[in-house]
């Protein structure tokens, strides 16, 4: 099992910057890649960002150039950061944290969840 602990998000006014971090714990080696997806009000889930093992990233193209995403690994924790700049009313959602799980396939694992609220 894999553990999933989110911590950031807030308010911020547009133009602002804001910084989310996710934990990973458990059976880590289980799980690749990772990501935040986020959910707006009326709106699919998507995904924003994710990062591999290895540390290829994507990007969902309308955060190109304003989010960044990054990871720290060690033997028992994997800790993956979502540093958000310049952003938009319309990045507005509750941003969940992910980790696919792969060895063996099965159903990803998710955070609770952290709001995130950008101000016009």
Partial sequence: QV???ESGGGL???GGSLSLSCAASGTIFTINPM???RQ???HQR???ASISGNGVTNYVESV?????ISQDQDNTKNTVYLQMNSLKPEDT?????NAKKR???GMDYWGKGTLVTVSS
């Fill in 12 to 14: 911020v006014q547009a």
């Fill in 46 to 48: 998507e995904l924003v």
């Fill in 35 to 37: 990501g935040w997806y």
């Fill in 64 to 68: 190109k150039g304003r989010f960044t």
């Fill in 93 to 97: 959602a509750v941003y969940y944290c």
């Fill in 40 to 42: 707006a009000p009326g």
């Fill in 3 to 5: 553990q999933l602990v």
């Fill in 103 to 105: 060895i063996p396939p």
